[in-house]
């Protein structure tokens, strides 16, 4: 897929999260397509850039949810710095590795959040509830990558 068709991906994650966001708020297994959206244009930018807009993302984020502003800023910040730092390492536009750092990315976040911001340290919440969420959210990056991918051949 080209540059611009994984730029298109990051972008209609972004617009669904928060159009899709309060169909999905209640639920305790749900898709976190910002942090998809995040993770997938982190992977196209460098640290400093991807820090800046994750440090936005989570400003947007904190502004729906109603939780602690400075604290999801900083989490989203920290989570796109890591993911664009980490791709330098990693070999990153393979088709193979992008879910897997959705999924850890997503995974990680989730369960950084459960603990700071919500306060919530139960064993489910932490471990099945985040790798539902962080498998849930991979699934639907990956379906939407293949279909920009087709629609655009």
């Known amino acids: 897929m080209s540059p611009a068709g994984k730029w298109f991906v990051a ?43 994750g440090c936005v993302i989570g400003l947007m984020e904190a502004s729906i ?18 993911v664009g730092w980490v791709r330098r390492l990693i070999y990153s536009d393979s088709d193979y590795a992008t879910p897997v750092f959705v999924f850890f990315g997503t995974w990680l976040l989730r369960f950084a959040v459960t603990i700071f911001v919500v306060g919530d340290t139960s064993a489910g919440t932490l471990l099945v509830h985040g790798a539902g969420s962080a498998a849930l959210t991979t699934a639907v990056c990956w379906a939407a990558t293949r279909l920009v991918a087709a629609v655009t051949r």
Do not use: N
Not at 66 to 81: E, I, K, N
């Open 11 to 53: 972008a209609l994650l972004l617009v669904l999260h928060f159009a899709l966001h309060p169909l999905w708020s209640r639920w305790p297994i749900a898709p976190d397509l910002l942090a998809g959206g995040l993770i997938l244009s982190s992977l196209r930018l460098r640290w400093g850039r991807a820090a800046g807009f």
């Open 65 to 82: 949810s109603l939780g602690p502003m400075g604290l999801t800023m900083l989490l989203f910040s920290l989570t796109g710095a890591l």
